[in-house]
């Protein structure tokens, strides 16, 4: 068995290796450092929780170890989708570089523009990086990439669903053609490998697993979940996940619950804490600091159930998180691989429960295909409400009898026609006459015949 003493790596660096508690590399490990050590570029494809982070932290700082870097000109990037993982990288190489003096820079958005800059104006060796983050300095003048010797591209397939393939093309196209290139990606879209054929020369591909499969230390369960009544499906849900929670009992230390929507995020944590439970939201409309804290928190035992949008489904290096709970059925089936991946990490057993209502279904279909495993059906906790039914109104009247309506009654009409003036001033509720004055004129007196015969 290949153990990191094989691998050819700086003594320091084995070193550190060592007071962390690692021995043997993990597969992606093993067949990545060797090809990445010759200066060879190299596309790594394996599913989430392997240890992809060091495959190239750990080859990329022994080959750092000399030489030193001059101002806003870092001798290696690294790309992240997201802030959490471009942290976590830099956790990474502050571990592995301890008894180096190796300098780093961490650009994401939350922080600010200046305390950045301070940082890549006194040059570092290693720059962590999101991409928008990264050309946002570039396009300020505060950086040139013109010295990167070594460009690494981490979870690649998660920047193509999130938009920075053309982010990440112009970022190519602003280092030296002459760079190392490490690539790593847990599946392998055409748009991938297009980039792949692109920036990468003969690259030594190390597959470690089929694509997008599940671990087989998770044990995974779905509950299919149909509301007594549409308008309480939201409630219905969420009691449904509490049991799911409960009936785990002590074997649940911790849990992240995955939902679509940041919204339901909210709403799911707020239930959570209403309830009882110890748990707080992550997503990417919240602080950077925030989320920061709520991390740790998770991390060091403090939040017992995370609640998350798909900013944390990969790349969080959280080895011990024993459940994993699909409040929705992910959109993209890869995202089901990697949001269990989150348990069941390192060797370690894990378990994933996903509630799938009726229009969850087409997509969970596509989960249970992408895996090519049926997962376990497992009986709702939650006993079923039965609808009550109305209790139906009384007949009043025989069946197809009908009370013919009442035929509405005219009033009579008036019988003085000519009397326009009159009924004009009615209508404001006063019957004073208007232009006759007190006098009436004899002839108005007189009778029909009397005017007759005169």
Do not use: W
């Not at 694509?211 to 044990?219: L, P, V």
């Not at 007594?228 to 619950?257: H, Q, Y």
């Not at 596509?366 to 079923?384: D, F, G, H, M, S």
């Amino acid at each position: 068995m290949t153990k990191f003493s094989d691998l050819n790596l700086n003594p320091k660096v084995l070193k550190a290796i060592d007071e962390a508690g690692y021995e043997t590399p993990t597969p992606i490990q093993a067949g990545a450092i060797p090809s990445a050590l010759e200066g060879k570029d190299v596309l790594g494809i394996a599913q989430t929780g392997t240890g992809k982070t060091a495959s190239f932290t750990l080859p990329m700082i022994t080959l750092l170890a000399r030489g030193r870097a001059r101002a806003r000109m870092p001798r290696s990037l690294v790309l992240c989708p997201t802030r959490e993982l471009a942290a976590q990288v830099a956790e990474n190489f502050d571990t592995y570089t301890k008894h180096l003096k190796l300098t780093k820079a961490l650009l994401i958005g939350g922080v600010s523009f200046k305390e950045q800059d301070a940082l890549i104006d006194r040059g570092v060796d290693v720059l962590i990086a999101t991409p928008g983050r990264l050309l946002d300095h570039f396009e300020r003048g505060k950086l040139l990439l013109t010295g990167v010797q070594i460009m690494v591209v981490d979870e690649a397939d998660r920047m193509l669903d999130m938009g920075f393939i053309p982010d990440i093309e112009r970022i190519f196209s602003l280092t030296p053609f002459t760079r190392q290139t490490l690539f790593f990606s847990a599946t392998m879209a055409p748009e991938i490998e297009r980039i792949t054929n692109t920036f990468l020369s003969a690259p030594a591909r190390i597959e470690v697993a089929r694509q997008a499969t599940a671990s087989e230390t998770i044990e995974q369960g779905v509950v299919m979940f149909k509301a007594s009544r549409r308008d309480r499906e939201a409630s219905e849900k969420r009691k449904v996940l509490r049991a799911l929670i409960d009936a785990e009992g002590d074997k649940c230390t911790n849990a992240i619950i995955f939902c679509n929507r940041k919204t339901d995020v909210d709403i799911c944590a707020k239930s959570l804490k209403k309830y009882g439970y110890n748990a707080a939201p992550i997503h990417g409309d919240l602080d950077q600091s925030q989320r920061m804290r709520t991390l740790d928190g998770f991390r060091d035992g403090e939040i017992r159930l995370l609640v998350a949008s798909d900013v944390a489904a990969r790349g969080l290096d959280i080895p011990s998180v024993s459940h994993v709970f699909n409040f929705d059925v992910p959109g993209h089936a890869e995202d089901y691989v990697h949001r269990i991946g989150r348990t069941g990490r390192a060797g370690r057993e894990g378990k994933a429960f996903t509630i799938c209502t009726g229009r969850d279904e087409k997509a969970f279909d596509a989960v249970e295909t992408l895996i090519q495993k049926q997962i376990t059906r497992v009986e709702n906790p939650v006993k079923p409400v039965k609808p009550v039914k109305p209790a139906k109104p009384e007949k009043q009247v025989a069946d197809n009898e009908q009370t013919p309506p009442e035929k509405k009654q005219r009033a009579p009409r008036s019988e003085n026609k000519s009397s326009g003036r009159q009924s004009r001033a009615g209508r404001g509720g006063d019957n004073t006459v208007v232009g006759m004055g007190d006098h009436l004129p004899s002839f108005i007196a007189l009778s029909f015949e009397e005017r007759r015969a005169g």
